[in-house]
C-alpha cells in the first residue's frame, strides 16, 4: 500500500531565503504525487503534480518539486519565500492503477520570519 | 464561477446524537471525494464518489458512518450516534473526473465540534 511521510511538521526560514518541504514517499506502482497548500481559514488549494511526465514539476507561486524514483522523494522547494507563503503544506500520493486511494502527508507548517 | 460549498460551516452536537454534512461539488464535476482533518493528523481520506456509486468506502472509520450522492451532484455524508473523536473538520472536493491528474478543488469545509 502507499503511504507518504513529511519529514518536518514546522519549518521557519526567513523572508528571501530557500524553502525545502521534504516529502518521502511509499509506492508499490507508478504513483502521482501532489502537493497541497492549505492558507489558514482557507481552502486547500493544489500548488503543482506530478504524473510520470516531467520529473522536476514546477507550480504556482514560484514553487517546484523533483521526483527522484532512486530516492523516493518529492521535495517540495522555492528559491526565496515570501511572507504570503506561511501556510501548511501537504504531500498527497495515489495509486490510480491500482486503487483510488489518496493519501494525505500529515503536513508541514511554514513560518515565515520577517 | 462558484466553487465547492459545504455546509454547515460550523456544527457543535452532543455526543450520541446524528448528524449531516453536506457537500455541493463544481457544477459538471462527476468526482467527489470527502475527508477528516484532525487536529494534528493530516487529513485523512474517506471515501470517494464517481457519480453516484462510491467505489471505495473502505476509508469510511466506522459503520457510524455513511455517505451518499445523488443525481451526480450534491453528497451527504452522515455520521450516526457521534462520538468526541469524531470532532474534526470535514472537507469535501471535487474534481472533474477520478483519474491521476485531475486536480481536486476543495471546499472550505465543515468543523465539526461533538461535546
Known amino acids: 500500500a502507499q503511504s507518504v511521510t513529511q519529514l518536518d511538521s514546522h519549518v521557519s526560514v526567513s523572508e528571501g531565503t530557500p524553502v525545502l518541504l521534504r516529502c518521502n514517499y511509499s509506492?508499490?506502482?507508478?504513483?502521482?504525487l501532489f502537493w497541497y497548500v492549505q492558507h489558514p481559514n482557507k481552502g486547500l488549494q493544489l500548488l503543482l503534480k506530478?504524473?510520470?511526465?516531467?520529473?522536476l514539476v514546477k507550480g504556482i507561486n514560484g514553487f517546484e518539486a523533483e521526483f527522484k524514483k532512486s530516492e523516493t522523494s518529492f521535495h517540495l522547494t522555492k528559491p526565496s519565500a515570501h511572507m504570503s507563503d506561511a501556510a501548511e503544506y501537504f504531500c498527497v500520493v495515489s495509486e490510480w492503477q491500482r486503487d483510488d486511494k489518496i493519501i494525505f502527508g500529515k503536513g508541514t507548517r511554514l513560518h515565515i520570519l520577517p | 464561477g462558484a466553487g465547492v460549498s459545504q455546509s454547515p460551516s460550523n456544527k457543535v452536537t452532543e455526543k450520541g446524537k446524528d448528524v449531516e454534512l453536506r457537500c455541493d461539488p463544481i457544477?459538471?464535476?462527476?468526482?467527489l471525494y470527502w475527508y477528516r482533518q484532525s487536529l494534528g493528523q493530516g487529513l485523512e481520506f474517506l471515501i470517494y464518489?464517481?457519480?453516484?456509486?462510491?467505489?471505495?468506502k473502505s476509508g469510511l472509520p466506522s459503520d457510524r458512518f455513511s455517505a451518499e450522492r445523488t443525481g451526480g451532484s450534491v453528497s451527504t455524508l452522515t455520521i450516526q450516534r457521534t462520538q468526541q473523536e469524531d470532532s474534526a473538520v470535514y472537507l469535501c472536493?471535487?474534481?472533474?473526473?477520478?483519474?491521476?491528474?485531475?486536480?481536486?478543488?476543495f471546499g472550505p469545509g465543515t468543523r465539526l465540534t461533538v461535546t
Open positions: 457544477s459538471g464535476h462527476t468526482a
Open positions: 506530478y504524473t510520470s511526465a516531467a520529473t
Open positions: 509506492s508499490s506502482y507508478s504513483p502521482s
Open positions: 472536493a471535487s474534481s472533474l473526473t477520478s483519474g491521476e491528474s485531475y486536480e481536486q478543488y
Open positions: 464518489f464517481q457519480g453516484n456509486s462510491a467505489p471505495d
